[in-house]
């Protein structure tokens, strides 16, 4: 069912007119990569956020964790994901790297030196790392004032004196994210046995978070 959701959400089905014509590199997408697709789809196109999926989101979809660390880390490597830490969580979150690519070139083409697709280069390369103001200067040839330009824009935060590419707006999604999941629990929580069916939790209307109740319900699993 969720192979079926990438396939007529890519509108592969409408680009091939046979399944034996699909090429081999979008046949061999992973089960991660599969159900990080399906996560994306339920999130509302009306929440204006970054497309983050949450390790814990995976979680609900993958009974065997172990399995799903191994694969976040051999998709990583293979430069297909990007992991982020956002201070406010313990938690990290990842995204498709084209996504990110996506999003730099939104947030910082035309306005500075610096090409997305040179940042997304160097993180595939090395994805833990983080930079000194000289080395991040040094690496990708960028002025003090294109620096303060990325940390305006919240590409680039400080962290113990050292700067590292992040997700903009990181905060105002953790946010969001919340709201919908105090919202849910306080529709169980009014309910006689705190229960409610699977079919009028999914038909709720969420006051106060526009991410989509079936993308907030897998952090909540």
Sequence with gaps: KKFDCFI?????????????????EILEISELEINILHILQQLSPDSAVSPIVSRSMIYSLISNRTQVDKDI?????????L???????????????????????????????LAASKVVSVLK???????SKLGIKSKF????????????????????????FSVPCSGSYLELLNKGKLEILKVLKRKASHEILENELVKMKLKHCKLGIQYILHDLI
């Design 8 to 24: 007529i959400s890519s509108g592969i089905n409408a680009e091939y007119g046979d399944f034996d014509e699909i090429p081999d």
């Design 73 to 81: 880390i051999d998709l990583q490597r293979a430069g297909k994901i």
């Design 83 to 113: 992991l982020f830490s956002f201070r406010s969580s313990t938690l990290d979150y990842i995204m498709l790297t084209n996504d990110y690519e996506s999003l730099l070139k939104g947030t910082i083409s035309g306005n500075c030196n």
């Design 125 to 131: 390369e090395n994805p833990s790392e983080s930079f």
């Design 141 to 164: 040839s960028v002025s003090d004032e294109t620096i303060k330009f990325l940390i305006e824009c919240k590409v680039l935060s400080i962290v113990n004196n050292n700067y590292e």
